[in-house]
């Protein structure tokens, strides 16, 4: 029987993440409701409601759409990628007969890399006269704007994005595969089955929790994007590269409108959870439907 | 472990995290102000540059060991995420500098709005600095639109052009163009002799990020409205002649196919382009980098080129300039030692060489290339003679809180879709002008 003693012993145990949760994270979004409300640019003595003309004005600025759809955009092209190659990635390490683990750091390490170097190199490679683009001027009659066209810009971002993930995704997959049990598979040789219905009716069905696992993770990322597109393309061309974290520093720190940029960032967080529910529920009856879950 | 000891053991680690926590909010701050032993103490962040640094910590020094009754800590402007956001955060956290330096005149404009800084021209000793610095004419361009002066502009740097003189050579051109037609002709004669390379290579001019306007259109507006202003206050004033001009003359050089817009590494170094916008801080990359590149030889220097018929003399160039400034938040005693450690260093023309000799950055003066104190240092520094001599034709930035926004739609309307061949020149002006005007009301 719970006694009130236990129960202050519990809430005791978990003031230190109350208070963290308190001050890290309740305070800020209060303050930052509040302050989406107003005009300040954080450092000017006058403060003036404005009501909820700063979330008016943030729906109908070519940024704020720009960053709502390049999010989908990104998310098109990056979680396919991600989760194909994690899923090759993890296949392949799977498969090894050993150094499993030295195989998985070495995959991982992309993760742990700085988004800035790792850009900062891409865009070298990218560069005009880089020896890659050279090759394709002169033995393919290629010249590629990799970072001026809308389509490539948004492709070239989400590949290095999937690069760092593959990894850290491949990371979770791995110990999907490593938790299916190896006698399905020999019931199934036995049966005669075909390696693609071997995919499709057992590999995929009990690596779900972790395909889904990971489904979620990188919707995540794609709602977060940003280093590797303020050091490469800086949200452009023309909007074509600019996601909601973009849109938020720009507004902030640029412009230094911190009660519009707050406008923005709610905005950005009501999409976000709400994507990420409508996906997940898509996932789950996905799952469902299929009986995987 | 009886019951007591594991509630005392819960409570000294739930109290323990706690005050971690709450530790890691406090802002211990910096001590500023005049203490018990008299002496002031003024907080200056310098920009967040080596050199900089280096030049504020030593002159510093100096000043404290004649004004034992200051103490000025010098350290560096956080560049994470910007330098102006360090800035905001800090007066937002209410731990504003008494005063820094790298502050142009658009982030100056938006924090005098915010009635963060102090009219430099209100405070004793203004008029005393800006005659000791023989900086009259400097500072009338910096003056604001209340009619007060913000900033103290340390280094006023008239933006040049610099052209591969090595390959204007193999054309047959001797001499740099001044004019459009003739930097047309140029592309032409480029063109023909080198398909693969391009006048102007640089990718900025695709790129609406607002301050790399400076850097292209300003140059080539102010050279083309004789230094006419683009802003006063609230009201765009630019010269819509001198805009479509300058756009009109991008257009022509796409046409020619002479401008890549493309990211390109060291396209001037590297003979890609063979004419680009070059600041003194160049040539110690060079130096380093590119030791090749030889003032003279493989490059020279030239004011922006001017519409046709225009005179050539004397010609108007984007200055990229920078000042000091002091926060409204500092004390009356630190504004007064922020002031008298401003007379000291600008009293004597030997700091703003130091300046010099250390940065590269021409010091804004009037008098930068008749003043004796400099004339070695020129003579032993050829290739920075040009900035010196440039510095009374030298436009700095607009002073509107909004630069920023502003300069963004001149490259989203106008500079970036001509560059493209995505609209033509008066479309493009007409656009940027209809948004900013819409901006600006």
Known sequence: ?293 | MNRALKKGASLLFAATMAVSVLSGCGNKGTEQGAGNDGVTTIEFWAAPNPTQQVYWEAVAKEFEKENPEIKVNVSAIKESPSSEASIQSAIAGKSAPTMSENINRGFAAQLAESKALVPLNELEGWDEIVSARHMTETVKGWTFADGNQYVLPIYSNPMLFGWRLDILKELGVNEPPKTYSEMLDVAKKLKEKYPEKYVWAKADLADPTAWKRWFDFFMLYDAASEGNNFIEGNNFVADDKAGINVLTFIDNLRKEDALLAKQVTDPFETGLGIFTDIGPWTFTYWAEKFPEMKYGETFTLAAPPVPDGMSTENVKTFADTKGLVIYASATDEQKKAAMEFMKWIYSDPKNDLEWLEKTSLPPARDDLATNEAFTTFFEKNPVLQPYAEAVPNAIPSIDNAKYNELQTYIGQHAVNPVVKGEVDPEKGWNEMKKAIEGDLK
């Open chain 1, 1 to 293: 029987m719970r006694t009130t003693k236990s129960n202050g012993l519990g809430w005791l145990f978990a003031s230190p993440y109350l208070i963290y949760a308190i001050i890290f994270f309740a305070i800020p979004l209060v303050w930052s409701l509040y302050l989406s409300a107003t005009d300040w640019d954080l450092i000017s003595p006058e403060i003036n409601f404005e009501g909820i003309s700063n979330y008016i004005k943030a729906l109908q600025s070519p940024g704020v759409q720009a960053a709502f759809f390049v999010t989908f955009k990104f998310m098109a092209v990056f979680v396919p990628l991600v989760i194909v190659s994690s899923i090759i990635v993890a296949a392949i390490i799977h498969g090894l007969p050993k150094f499993k683990g030295i195989f998985l750091i070495g995959f991982f390490l992309p993760y742990l890399a700085s988004g800035v170097v790792s850009s900062l190199i891409v865009k070298g490679l990218l560069s005009y006269n880089s020896p890659v683009n050279a090759f394709l001027r002169t033995k393919l009659g290629l010249d590629i704007d990799w970072l001026g066209s809308p389509f490539s810009a948004l492709c070239v971002v989400a590949v290095i994005i999937a690069w760092k993930f593959t990894g850290y995704y491949a990371l979770i997959l791995t110990s999907g595969f490593e938790s299916i049990n190896s006698e399905i598979y020999e019931a199934a040789a036995i049966d005669g089955v075909s390696p693609w219905q071997r995919f499709w009716k057992i590999t995929l069905p009990l690596l779900y929790p972790a395909i889904y696992t990971v489904l979620i993770l990188s919707i995540g990322v794609t709602f977060g994007i940003f280093t590797e597109v303020y050091q490469l393309t800086g949200g452009g061309p023309n909007y074509a590269t600019n996601t909601w974290q973009m849109e938020i520093f720009t507004q902030a720190f640029k412009n230094l409108q911190a009660g519009y940029a707050s406008a923005v960032a709610i905005i950005a967080s009501v999409v976000t959870f709400i994507s990420i529910f409508v996906i997940r529920k898509l996932l789950e009856m996905w799952g469902k439907r299929n009986g995987w879950v």
